[in-house]
C-alpha cells in the first residue's frame, strides 16, 4: 500500500443550492475520510489532486491510498476504508465483501422551495432549482446500469469503457482504390456489419492503400495473450455480442438458472472462428499481439484498421503524423441466436449491442462498515459532478471516456494534439456505442477477471493454432464451470442474475462455497 497525501482545511464552505435552504458551513469538519484505489496508481495520484476543493467545501479531510497488485488488493486488505474507488468488474467482489447501497436523493435534483410562509407570494417558485450535480448528464447506461446491482444503486461512475474501430482515412479514399473495390464488392468505409469488417479487412490487406508503394496489412488486433489488458477477450465478446444477445434476451455468457456457460454454442464459436481468422489480413506476427503491439501496427502505418479502446487514441498517431484517423462504433449482425429455440433469426437493422468491456469502467462506492457513511456519500458525489469530471476528462493519469454527454461530445482529451484524429467521429462513436438500443456491460460477478483469463488463453490458444476454436472455447467453459462451483453455484447465480439488473432475486445470497457451504 501507498498512502498518496492527507488533509484538512477547515474554511468556509459554500451555500446551498437553489431554493434549499443553506448547507452548515463546513459540514463535515473533524471528520476524516479514507479512500482506497484498486488497480490504478495514478488514478489514485489525479483524484489526490482533486481532494482539496471537497476539503475546502466540506471541512474534512481525506487521505487516498492506492493499491496496484493483486496482493495489495485482496479482500483483507480492502477493508478499513470508506470510499473504495475501483474497475467495474470488480463491482461484484466490492458487492459481496460490503458496499451501501447509495440513496437516490444523493443524485436527485433538489426539492422544488415553496418559498415563504404559507399563503405568501413567492416570485421565485417557479424558477428550478440550482443541480450541482447534474445527473441527467450522464449517460443512460452508466445511471440505470452500469452503477447498479440487482437494481440497487451501490456505486457512481467516474469514467466509462468502450471499444471502438479506427482506421486510416486514406485505406477509404475511392480515387485509389476504388475501382477494385467495386469489381470485389466491398464498399470503403466504415462496417455497419462484422462481415462486412472481415471483407474489408482482407481487401485492404496487401495493398498500398496509402500510396508509398509498398504493400500494408488490412487489420491490427490484439489476438495473443494479454494479461494487462486483455484486448483480445473483450473484443471477442463485443463480437460474440452481436450474433449471440438476442434482443428478447438479457442474459448472454451463461444460462441464468444454472450458470452454465454458453460458450460453447454457435454464436461464440462462429465469433472466435470469424476471429481468429482475421490473422491472415493482419500484420506479421498478429496471432501472438497483445494490445501495444496492435497500436504499434496502426500507429506505424502498418494496418488500416484497429479496434481498441477509445481511451487510447491518443497512442493512434505519432507525435507530428497529421495522417487522417476516423473512428467507428463497432459493427453489428444481420443475425441473432436465440438459445431457447437453438436457431437465429434475422436482424434488420443489424444487431448491434454497445458493449462496455472492463465491467463498464470506473466506479467510486462507500464501504458498507464506513463510520462516517454522510461524509463518504458527499466525497463520492463530488467525484463525479461536472466541474470535477471535466477537469478529470483532460488528466492523462485517469483511464477511461467521459460519461457526461457533453464531455463525450468534446472529443478525445488524449489525442487533441493529433490534427488528424476526427473529433467529431470519435464522439460520434463513444456515444453511439453507450447510446445503442442495447447496451452490454461487460462481466462483473465476483472473479471476473479470472473468468476473463480464461478466455484471453481461449483466444490466445485458438489464434496460436494451439487449439481449433470451439476447443479452446470448451477448454475456458470447463475452466468457467470450476471456477463456478468453487464459489458456490448458487451463490454465483444469484449474483449473475443481480448483475443483469432484469431479472429476479432474493434480497440476499444464498450461502458461498460447494454444496451452499461456507469455504
Same mark, same amino acid.
Given at each position: 500500500?501507498?498512502?498518496?497525501?492527507?488533509?484538512?482545511?477547515?474554511?468556509?464552505?459554500?451555500?446551498?443550492?437553489?431554493?434549499?435552504?443553506?448547507?452548515?458551513?463546513?459540514?463535515?469538519?473533524?471528520?476524516?475520510?479514507?479512500?482506497?484505489?484498486?488497480?490504478?496508481?495514478?488514478?489514485?495520484?489525479?483524484?489526490?489532486?482533486?481532494?482539496?476543493?471537497?476539503?475546502?467545501?466540506?471541512?474534512?479531510?481525506?487521505?487516498?491510498?492506492?493499491?496496484?497488485?493483486?496482493?495489495?488488493?485482496?479482500?483483507?486488505?480492502?477493508?478499513?476504508?470508506?470510499?473504495?474507488?475501483?474497475?467495474?468488474?470488480?463491482?461484484?467482489?466490492?458487492?459481496?465483501?460490503?458496499?451501501?447501497?447509495?440513496?437516490?436523493?444523493?443524485?436527485?435534483?433538489?426539492?422544488?422551495?415553496?418559498?415563504?410562509?404559507?399563503?405568501?407570494?413567492?416570485?421565485?417558485?417557479?424558477?428550478?432549482?440550482?443541480?450541482?450535480?447534474?445527473?441527467?448528464?450522464?449517460?443512460?447506461?452508466?445511471?440505470?446500469?452500469?452503477?447498479?446491482?440487482?437494481?440497487?444503486?451501490?456505486?457512481?461512475?467516474?469514467?466509462?469503457?468502450?471499444?471502438?474501430?479506427?482506421?486510416?482515412?486514406? +485505406?477509404?479514399?475511392?480515387?485509389?482504390? &476504388?475501382?477494385? #473495390? =467495386? !469489381? @470485389?464488392?466491398? /464498399?470503403?468505409? *466504415?462496417? %455497419?456489419?462484422?462481415?462486412?469488417?472481415?471483407?474489408?479487412?482482407?481487401?485492404?490487406?496487401?495493398?498500398?492503400?496509402?500510396?508509398?508503394?509498398?504493400?500494408?496489412?488490412?487489420?491490427?488486433?490484439?489476438?495473443?495473450?494479454?494479461?494487462?489488458?486483455?484486448?483480445?477477450?473483450?473484443?471477442?465478446?463485443?463480437?460474440?455480442?452481436?450474433?449471440?444477445?438476442?434482443?428478447?434476451?438479457?442474459?448472454?455468457?451463461?444460462?441464468?438458472?444454472?450458470?452454465?456457460?454458453?460458450?460453447?454454442?454457435?454464436?461464440?464459436?462462429?465469433?472466435?472462428?470469424?476471429?481468429?481468422?482475421?490473422?491472415? +489480413?493482419?500484420?506479421?506476427?498478429?496471432? &501472438?499481439?497483445? #494490445? =501495444? !503491439? @496492435?497500436?504499434? /501496427?496502426?500507429? *506505424?502505418? %502498418?494496418?488500416?484498421?484497429?479496434?481498441?479502446?477509445?481511451?487510447?487514441?491518443?497512442?493512434?498517431?505519432?507525435?507530428?503524423?497529421?495522417?487522417?484517423?476516423?473512428?467507428?462504433?463497432?459493427?453489428?449482425?444481420?443475425?441473432?441466436?436465440?438459445?431457447?429455440?437453438?436457431?437465429?433469426?434475422?436482424?434488420?437493422?443489424?444487431?448491434?449491442?454497445?458493449?462496455?468491456?472492463?465491467?463498464?469502467?470506473?466506479?467510486?462506492?462507500?464501504?458498507?462498515?464506513?463510520?462516517?457513511?454522510?461524509?463518504?456519500?458527499?466525497?463520492?458525489?463530488?467525484?463525479?459532478?461536472?466541474?470535477?469530471?471535466?477537469?478529470?476528462?483532460?488528466?492523462?493519469?485517469?483511464?477511461?471516456?467521459?460519461?457526461?454527454?457533453?464531455?463525450?461530445?468534446?472529443?478525445?482529451?488524449?489525442?487533441?494534439?493529433?490534427?488528424?484524429?476526427?473529433?467529431?467521429?470519435?464522439?460520434?462513436?463513444?456515444?453511439?456505442?453507450?447510446?445503442?438500443?442495447?447496451?452490454?456491460?461487460?462481466?462483473?460477478?465476483?472473479?471476473?477477471?479470472?473468468?476473463?483469463?480464461?478466455?484471453?488463453?481461449?483466444?490466445?490458444?485458438?489464434?496460436?493454432?494451439?487449439?481449433?476454436?470451439?476447443?479452446?472455447?470448451?477448454?475456458?467453459?470447463?475452466?468457467?464451470?470450476?471456477?463456478?462451483?468453487?464459489?458456490?453455484?448458487?451463490?454465483?447465480?444469484?449474483?449473475?442474475?443481480?448483475?443483469?439488473?432484469?431479472?429476479?432475486?432474493?434480497?440476499?445470497?444464498?450461502?458461498?462455497?460447494?454444496?451452499?457451504?461456507?469455504?
Amino acid at each position: 500500500m501507498v498512502a498518496l497525501a492527507a488533509g484538512a482545511i477547515t474554511v468556509s464552505g459554500c451555500g446551498g443550492r437553489g431554493g434549499v435552504p443553506a448547507e452548515p458551513v463546513e459540514p463535515y469538519a473533524g471528520v476524516a475520510l479514507s479512500v482506497l484505489v484498486l488497480g490504478a496508481p495514478e488514478l489514485a495520484e489525479a483524484l489526490d489532486d482533486r481532494r482539496g476543493e471537497w476539503e475546502r467545501r466540506r471541512g474534512g479531510s481525506v487521505s487516498i491510498t492506492s493499491a496496484d497488485s493483486a496482493s495489495e488488493a485482496d479482500p483483507g486488505a480492502r477493508s478499513g476504508y470508506d470510499v473504495l474507488v475501483f474497475p467495474g468488474d470488480l463491482l461484484g467482489e466490492m458487492v459481496a465483501e460490503g458496499l451501501r447501497t447509495l440513496p437516490e436523493a444523493l443524485v436527485s435534483p433538489p426539492p422544488p422551495s415553496s418559498g415563504g410562509q404559507e399563503g405568501e407570494d413567492d416570485p421565485t417558485a417557479d424558477a428550478p432549482p440550482e443541480d450541482g450535480l447534474a445527473f441527467d448528464q450522464i449517460v443512460e447506461p452508466y445511471r440505470q446500469a452500469v452503477s447498479r446491482y440487482g437494481g440497487d444503486r451501490v456505486a457512481l461512475p467516474i469514467a466509462g469503457s468502450a471499444l471502438v474501430l479506427a482506421y486510416r482515412a486514406s +485505406a477509404f479514399q475511392t480515387d485509389r482504390l &476504388g475501382a477494385e #473495390a =467495386e !469489381a @470485389a464488392g466491398v /464498399a470503403l468505409e *466504415a462496417p %455497419e456489419t462484422w462481415e462486412h469488417l472481415d471483407a474489408l479487412a482482407r481487401f485492404l490487406h496487401g495493398r498500398d492503400w496509402d500510396g508509398d508503394g509498398e504493400p500494408e496489412a488490412g487489420i491490427a488486433l490484439a489476438l495473443g495473450a494479454d494479461e494487462a489488458e486483455r484486448l483480445g477477450a473483450e473484443t471477442f465478446l463485443a463480437r460474440a455480442a452481436a450474433l449471440g444477445l438476442h434482443r428478447d434476451n438479457y442474459s448472454f455468457l451463461f444460462d441464468p438458472d444454472s450458470m452454465a456457460p454458453r460458450l460453447s454454442s454457435p454464436p461464440f464459436e462462429e465469433a472466435m472462428e470469424a476471429l481468429v481468422a482475421l490473422r491472415d +489480413a493482419g500484420p506479421e506476427g498478429m496471432a &501472438g499481439f497483445d #494490445a =501495444e !503491439a @496492435a497500436r504499434a /501496427a496502426f500507429r *506505424a502505418g %502498418e494496418a488500416a484498421l484497429l479496434i481498441d479502446r477509445a481511451d487510447h487514441a491518443g497512442s493512434w498517431l505519432e507525435p507530428g503524423d497529421e495522417a487522417e484517423v476516423g473512428v467507428a462504433r463497432l459493427p453489428g449482425s444481420p443475425r441473432m441466436f436465440e438459445p431457447l429455440r437453438g436457431a437465429y433469426d434475422a436482424a434488420d437493422p443489424p444487431n448491434r449491442p454497445g458493449y462496455l468491456p472492463d465491467g463498464g469502467g470506473w466506479l467510486v462506492g462507500v464501504s458498507a462498515d464506513s463510520a462516517e457513511p454522510a461524509a463518504a456519500e458527499d466525497f463520492a458525489r463530488y467525484l463525479i459532478e461536472p466541474d470535477t469530471a471535466a477537469r478529470l476528462r483532460i488528466d492523462p493519469r485517469v483511464p477511461g471516456v467521459p460519461v457526461r454527454s457533453p464531455l463525450i461530445g468534446q472529443g478525445s482529451a488524449q489525442g487533441a494534439e493529433l490534427p488528424g484524429l476526427s473529433r467529431r467521429d470519435w464522439s460520434d462513436a463513444v456515444a453511439k456505442t453507450f447510446l445503442a438500443d442495447r447496451v452490454v456491460v461487460g462481466l462483473r460477478i465476483p472473479g471476473a477477471s479470472d473468468y476473463l483469463a480464461d478466455l484471453d488463453r481461449a483466444v490466445a490458444s485458438a489464434s496460436a493454432g494451439e487449439a481449433t476454436p470451439a476447443d479452446a472455447l470448451k477448454a475456458a467453459a470447463e475452466a468457467w464451470e470450476q471456477r463456478t462451483d468453487q464459489f458456490g453455484r448458487q451463490w454465483q447465480t444469484w449474483h449473475y442474475r443481480r448483475s443483469l439488473n432484469a431479472l429476479t432475486t432474493s434480497p440476499t445470497p444464498p450461502p458461498r462455497g460447494p454444496g451452499g457451504r461456507e469455504p
